[in-house]
Each structure stands twice: as structure tokens, then as C-alpha cells.
């Protein structure tokens, strides 16, 4: 990555511009181009460098989130990875060393929606989806300053 890349990944993981052109400021800030800066994001997420870019709000304040598990069967993992990545409701999914070995979060407009994945995820794949609610929340700040070798 040059050092344009680097700074577009390590700069704005906080305190996105809320301007009417955030792109454009971003562009400024780098000294670069409106287009250049979302050519870059796209060509990231294609790349699977990044999987969006976008609000992180406080569970519960816009909309309805959940925490869920599966314990998948070896040989199927990847297949039902795939399965649930592919859902628009769906961040964070992640194996774990476990015998619940998928992990992900759903967000929904509101709990009904929530269910209706986690119900369809549990139909599609035959398997139990644990459902764990949030109990109490605390905030993890998830920005920090990237390692390039």
C-alpha cells in the first residue's frame, strides 16, 4: 500500500467527516481527489481489506442488534460462513475456537426483523442459531492506529 492508502485506512476510523461531501473532504485532507479516495474504499472492499464504511451507533438506539452463535460442523463451515456473510443484516462474523464456532452480530429495524434472520439462518442450515441478546453494554473503542510493515 502507498502511503495514501495507509492514511485513507488509519485517519478516518473516527470522526468521519458529517459534511454533505464526506468524500470530498476526505480527498482534501489527503491532498487527493474526490474520486480517487472512493475508487480506493471500492477497491478495498472488493479486496476485502474493509467490509464498509458507515456509522457505528450504540446498540439499541437506531434499530435492533443481537449477538449470535452457531456450533457448526467442521466440514460445513465455510459453506455456512459463506451463508451468513451473505446476509445484508449480518457483521462480524467470525470463527471462534469453540465448540459454538460461528459467531456473528444481526441488526435489524427492530427485534421482529432480528428474529426473521436468525430464524431463516436456522432454517437454511438446519442448525440451531443461539440468540444472545446484550444485557449490558459497554463501548469497546475498535479504532487503532494500523501496523504496517
Not at 74 to 81: P, T
Not at 89 to 109: D, I, K, M, P, Q
Amino acid at each position: 500500500m502507498d502511503a495514501l492508502e495507509k492514511r485513507l485506512l488509519d485517519d478516518f476510523q473516527r470522526d468521519f467527516p458529517l459534511v454533505p461531501e464526506p468524500y470530498a473532504e476526505i480527498a482534501r485532507r489527503l491532498g487527493t481527489d474526490e474520486a480517487t479516495v472512493i475508487a480506493t474504499l471500492e477497491r478495498f472492499r472488493e479486496a476485502g481489506v474493509i467490509s464498509r464504511v458507515g456509522a457505528v451507533f450504540r446498540p439499541h438506539r437506531a434499530g435492533a442488534s443481537t449477538l449470535a452463535a452457531m456450533a457448526v460442523p467442521e466440514d460445513r463451515l465455510q459453506e455456512v460462513a459463506d451463508l451468513v456473510s451473505a446476509y445484508e443484516a449480518v457483521n462480524h462474523n467470525y470463527e471462534r475456537e469453540h465448540r459454538f464456532n460461528l459467531w456473528f452480530v444481526v441488526t435489524g429495524a427492530d427485534d421482529a426483523a432480528v428474529r426473521a434472520v436468525l430464524d431463516d439462518i436456522a432454517g437454511r442450515t438446519g442448525l440451531e442459531v443461539l440468540d444472545l441478546p446484550m444485557i449490558e453494554d459497554y463501548h469497546l473503542d475498535l479504532g487503532f492506529p494500523l501496523q504496517w510493515t
